[in-house]
């Protein structure tokens, strides 16, 4: 490879005077050229001590013969080395004009909305990423202060859910060497998941769910009366607490319990809800939304606190179930109004348009790509149709990249039916 290499040398003994730019010879030898050529080096101001200067080296046709890897040395002699002594330094380096070379790559962690590639260098590089929705199209570069290294993790974030991204790899080693791999002939690419999606929702339709009430926990129209609203948020009906008005003095604790809600194979699990709420300062009352899953303890997700609540319209709430109702079969909600120490009161919850939200996983039998339930020769019409297509229907080891893998994965995954 053809390449430019620089020298400085800094001894302030050649620097006879402050008034003169001064100059010093040096030599350079290669591997392949052990005799060398002198090379002249030039002070870089006056009275600077440091003289730099550079040489050309290839294989042939430069100023030293030296090719990628070999010992290319720069060699001063010191007339004195402060002791009154001579000295010969030495300094040693070698070509590298070849840029890093890529390992194989694993994408991890994809979901719809982000993912990571795990990509290994053969040497020290700093790697970047671009992604873009169609090969060859624009590219996001990744925004990542990544250091130097030889395994790099590449976080992306921000993507859509159920899309195809493609991506390129670049590389640059120490000395500016550079590296691009799009996975030539076909492309890198992977694809998100699918994103949250409604998985149960009641009172939408203004119907009664038929949960289980305790005190004036009551579903229907509320009438309007000390605060409450006139109706439901969408239709007329509501679950409230008193529908006529306000909740009790000095009253206990009371609850509205919904049935068990199966959420299998549903996580990111989200509560949302349309809420009109009056309430006193939490120094006279109590409320409460709170989640189990299996009969277990409940957990309080929301509680009332700070000062009285007047409230002269509705108001979106939103909560996150993830630790307690992902993937479970049997999770219950409830509001609780209560306990209440105080002769003032409010008039208390008014729910409606109560809505579950998650991301909805993927099958528990991979291998049924046509999603019947069952495994038959239409399965296998199926992946080989998108193994040749290179649809990451097929990528059934879900690492982005379509190979022999995918092919042994659903092998096995078909032999081993469904559950």
Known sequence: CLDTVG????DCDLNTSPLTIESVDILVRSTRDPIGIPLALTETGLDTAVFTGSFTLAPTGADLDADEGDAVVAVYTDLDDGSGSSAVVNALTRPDCTGPSFGTHDVIDIWYDAGSVLVQTDELARVR??????????????????PAGTTHLLPISGLSPETTYYFVLHAEDSVGNMTTDDGSPSSFFFNTSNGPETVHEFMIDDTNPGWSTTGLWEFGQPAGNSGDPDSGFTGFNVYGYNLNG??????????????SIDLSGVVEVRLDFERWLGIEPDAFIEAEVQVRSGGGEWQTVWAHSGGRRSPDEWEHVTYELFDIADDQPDVQLRWTMGPGNHISTECGWNIDDIVITGVVLASSCPADLDGNGSLNVDDIDVFVGAFLASDLLADLDANGVLNVDDIDAFVQLFLGGCP
């Open 129 to 146: 990423l671009e992604y873009g929705e169609t090969p060859g199209g624009p590219m996001t570069e990744l925004e990542l202060a990544h």
């Open 246 to 259: 306000k909740y009790e003095s000095n009253m206990g604790e009371e609850f509205l319990t919904s049935g």
């Open 7 to 10: 020298v400085t040398v800094r």
